[in-house]
């Protein structure tokens, strides 16, 4: 416990919050005791409030571009409102307009969406200015200066913590990893709880993805800027290992059905394996700690030592089924001793990074850097191509603007304390999913209640201003620094802070603390009443779009393999980015598949096949993965053209695949006889290979490098195939279910 609240004092959120509390503060003290006007300060707070959002993670570029887009952005929709606002005719189709023009920003990705936010809260909170106290033009100047003021302390912190972001999020990835490989390993032995892991898996893969994204553009982008420093390669060489670590574990996929048959009976010989996934899960967190410098580094020799026990549970095996009986399951176990030795070398080359950091020169050789960053497509053609009814950001932005319309009139009719409260919850809550709308509507309220509950107890023991003031200053930076981690917690800190901040200037608190709690469920009702009725994004809607990306990547993949099968010697970069964007598309129909989670059960009635669909394609990806790192870390024969009719036909596969979700082709199976022959070929060449074997081991003959090679490419590569024919084949008939329900319902 006391290690967790460490870390979080330690966080970058935290520090985050820090700033921008001392950012609202300081401007308010200055002007309360040094200009004796403490409204000039308010104005000041408001745009660092505004600006803060856009405080993402990323590159310096990125960061100061998007601080600088919430800065315009706030000034500009300070003054609109404002000017407006006095005349309801006018005013409210302008709020409407507003609005929707400021959320349909969205649109262009995660860092314009915090921009769009940071207008958002400015067209809210322009309605709790007095113009009797300030100008408007002045208070829109201040609110820009605040955000000048905020842009600068960033700046600032960036400069004297440059190691914070980066490093928290190296933590993150690497926590998140070795949850990953302990699920991997728990996958052999729990079968019972087989659904629930694989969600899991999924759930991971999407965050590492998009942790993966992250870092990426911080340090690529670093080094294209800046070229190297010691630092720079530190963290290149330690993400390398990071990326290896789960794409080793991606690549390994197991078929359960297959593995639970043939060690049925011989439990004992897998549960090393999983030991040794544990292992090297915890000494992943161990490294996370020494990362932190909570930890000095040691070894972890658990690993070595199950390592050993591994190899001798495999001759265990060998010997009492005897071969060649033996012969599949052996090569199977040794296979998966192989992967796993692999993630202790890299567990041993993150350990060098941090214990013995030697200069690497071969990693100033990545090639095209650049093309492994992301780029954020701001062409404006994608406002008018997303202005329609199948656009979620534009249903979002509509509906955001309908619902902010309706709160404004109940406000006024009911002539609430501070009508405005029920705006900014629903800008604060509503998201263009159904899911996170219902999660963080429920959350908000519960933090509500739960603030107002502890403020009114506290209200009731003293009602001494300055402890008002104190808990006020301190539930600031508690709350900004939960907000990502833990929303519930964090609307407690925040009705605190809000709170007692009126409890500062209002004598009647307990009336403010009613119309508080009020306004939170009004705007919490009409949010969650938005997503439901209002042009719902259900996922179903566009469940096939996800799939279609998902498929279409994995097929280019699958060609990137096939090609560099034939040309060997060094990887290609159109192979790694034909990987990497596998992965994110992956990623993409994962994150889909858990929002269809959260929603009614009313709508995701076809769940059922969405979860295997999903689930076919993360396998087909481990498949490919699996294949492309055998072909690449593995010395490899001539390749056979039967090699080449899998190939061409599981690619035909997935384009039908294609055609189904959109509606272009008919239902019928393709077979053919080159297909029957490259099946029997795989066959016969193993049998052959394995009576060749026997016959050596009866002549007492050692297995020459020749046949070993031979065996194990014959053995994986075969293998690899005929499943990815298979799941090819599962993804057409799980998209012809999908259909027939569709048409059907």
């Given amino acids: 416990m006391l290690s967790k609240l460490k870390r979080f004092f330690k966080s970058v959120n935290f520090v985050k919050a820090v700033v921008m509390a001392i950012a609202m503060i300081a401007p308010i003290l ?75 920003i969205s649109i262009f990705g995660f860092r314009a969406s915090m921009v769009s936010f940071a207008g958002l809260l400015a067209i809210v909170l322009s309605f709790a200015h007095d113009n009797s106290i300030m100008s408007l033009l002045d208070h829109s100047f201040l609110v820009a200066l605040g955000g000048f003021w905020f842009l600068s302390l960033i700046m600032l912190a960036t400069f004297l913590f440059p190691k914070i972001q980066t490093d928290e999020l190296f933590v993150e990835t690497i926590e998140k990893t070795a949850e990953f490989l302990k699920i991997r390993g728990k996958l052999l032995i729990e079968k019972d709880q087989r659904d629930i892991l694989f969600k899991r898996l999924f759930e991971l893969q999407t965050e590492l993805n998009d942790n993966h994204e992250k870092i990426r553009e911080v340090i690529l982008r670093k080094r294209l800027n800046a070229g190297f420093s010691n630092r720079t390669r530190r963290q290149q060489l330690l993400f390398s290992q990071l990326m290896e670590m789960f794409d080793l574990a991606v690549s390994n996929p197991v078929d359960y059905d297959k593995f639970d048959l043939i060690f049925e009976g011989h439990l004992e010989k897998i549960s090393e394996f999983t030991k040794l996934m544990t292992e090297i899960g915890n000494q992943l967190i161990h490294i996370s700690k020494v990362i932190l410098n909570e930890e000095e580094l040691q070894e972890n020799k658990e690993i070595q030592k199950t390592l050993l026990n591994i190899q001798t549970q495999i001759d265990y095996y060998r010997i009492l089924v005897g071969l060649p009986k033996s012969r599949v399951g052996t090569i199977m176990l040794l296979n998966l001793k192989t992967y796993q030795e692999k993630q202790a070398q890299r567990i041993n080359g993150i350990e060098r990074i941090l214990n013995n950091y030697i200069h690497n020169n071969s990693i100033v050789g990545i090639k095209d850097a650049e093309r492994f960053i992301t780029p954020q497509d701001y062409d404006l053609k994608k406002l008018w191509a997303n202005f329609n009814f199948k656009s979620p950001i534009f249903k979002h932005s509509l509906r955001l603007s309908i619902m902010m319309l309706i ?26 999913s159904y899911g996170l709308t219902k999660e963080r509507s429920k959350n908000r309220v519960i933090g509500t209640l739960i603030g107002a509950a502890i403020a009114i107890s506290i209200i009731f023991i003293t009602q001494n201003t300055i402890v008002y003031g104190v808990i006020a200053v301190l539930s600031l930076p508690i709350a900004l620094s939960l907000i990502q981690l833990n929303y519930r917690n964090a609307a407690i800190f925040i009705t605190l802070n809000v709170i007692f901040v009126y409890a500062s200037l209002e004598p009647n608190i307990l009336e403010v603390i009613k119309f508080r709690v009020l306004d939170t469920i009004i705007g919490a009702s009409l949010a969650f009443i938005a997503n439901y009725f209002l042009w719902p994004a259900w996922q179903i809607q566009n469940i096939d779009e996800f799939l279609c990306d998902a498929i279409k990547a994995n097929k280019i993949f699958l060609k990137e393999i096939e090609a560099y099968y034939h040309k060997k010697g060094e990887v290609p970069t159109s192979y790694k980015l034909a990987r990497k964007e596998s992965f994110l598309k992956i990623g993409d129909l994962n994150a889909a598949y858990q929002r269809m989670n959260q929603e009614p059960k009313s709508k995701k009635k076809d769940l059922g096949i969405i979860y295997e669909l999903v689930t076919f ?65 795989y066959e016969n060449y193993f049998k052959n290979l394995s009576k060749q074997r026997d016959e050596e081991i009866m002549e007492g003959k050692l297995i020459t490098e020749e046949m070993k090679i031979q065996l194990h490419e014959v053995q994986l590569v075969s293998e690899q195939i005929k499943w990815l024919l298979n799941l090819s084949e599962n993804i057409i008939n799980g998209i012809k279910n999908l259909y027939f329900k569709k048409i059907t319902n």
């Avoid at 707070?45 to 505004?50: A, E, Q």
């Avoid at 990125?62 to 601080?67: E, R």
Wanted: net charge neutral.
């Fill in 30 to 104: 200055f002007a309360n005791f040094i200009l004796n006007n403490v409204s000039l300060g308010f104005s000041v707070s408001l745009g660092v409030l505004f600006c803060s959002p856009a405080y993402a993670p990323g590159s310096k570029k990125h960061l100061f571009f998007g601080l600088l887009s919430a800065i315009f952005l706030a000034f500009l929709m300070t003054l609109l409102v404002g000017t407006v606002s006095s005349n309801n005719y006018v005013f409210l189709p302008v709020l409407a307009i507003l609005v929707f023009s400021v959320s349909y």
């Fill in 407 to 432: 709160g404004f009139v109940i406000g006024n009719l009911f002539e609430m304390q501070n009508a405005y409260w029920v705006l900014l919850t629903l800008v604060v809550i509503m998201r263009p």
């Fill in 617 to 681: 394609n993360n396998t087909f990806l481990s498949s490919l993965s699996s294949l492309g790192m055998f072909l690449r870390t593995n010395k490899t024969m001539k390749v056979p053209s039967h090699f080449e009719t899998y190939v061409a036909h599981i690619s035909n596969n997935l384009e039908v695949s294609i055609k189904l979700l959109n509606n272009e082709v008919s239902y019928e199976k393709i077979e053919t006889n080159e297909l029957k022959k490259a099946e029997e070929f």
